[in-house]
Nanobody
């Protein structure tokens, strides 16, 4: 069993910064791609950023130049540094990981989500 736990969400003023963390635990052999997605009320879940095991990154157009994704493979943790936050960044942010288990199939896992609220 694999579990992903997000932390670091909260309330921040427009123009401010937050740093999200997501730690994976369980019967993990290796984690391939990891990523962050977000969902605002009444809207579909959208890509924020993804990162490969060796550090290749991809960002959604709305966050390019403001957000930075990174990871620590030794800690099975992915981070999202969010700068210059805007009210439209308000959403529940979800962590995702493509995990090869010690015994069993490879598959996607999701965290429970963490709320980010940006006030104007």
């Amino acid at each position: 069993q694999v579990q992903l736990v997000e932390s670091g969400g909260g309330l921040v003023q427009a123009g401010g910064s937050l740093r999200l963390s997501c730690a994976a635990s369980g019967s993990i052999f290796i984690i391939h791609n990891m990523g962050w997605y977000r969902q605002a009320p009444g809207k579909q879940r959208e890509l924020v950023a993804t990162i490969t095991r060796v550090g290749g990154t991809n960002y959604g157009d709305s966050v390019k130049g403001r957000f930075t994704i990174s990871r620590d493979n030794a800690k099975n943790t992915v981070y999202l540094q969010m700068n210059s936050l805007k009210p439209e960044d308000t959403a529940v942010y979800y962590c995702n990981a493509d995990v090869q288990a010690v015994v069993g199939a490879r598959g996607d896992y999701w965290g429970q989500g963490t709320q980010v609220t940006v006030s104007s």
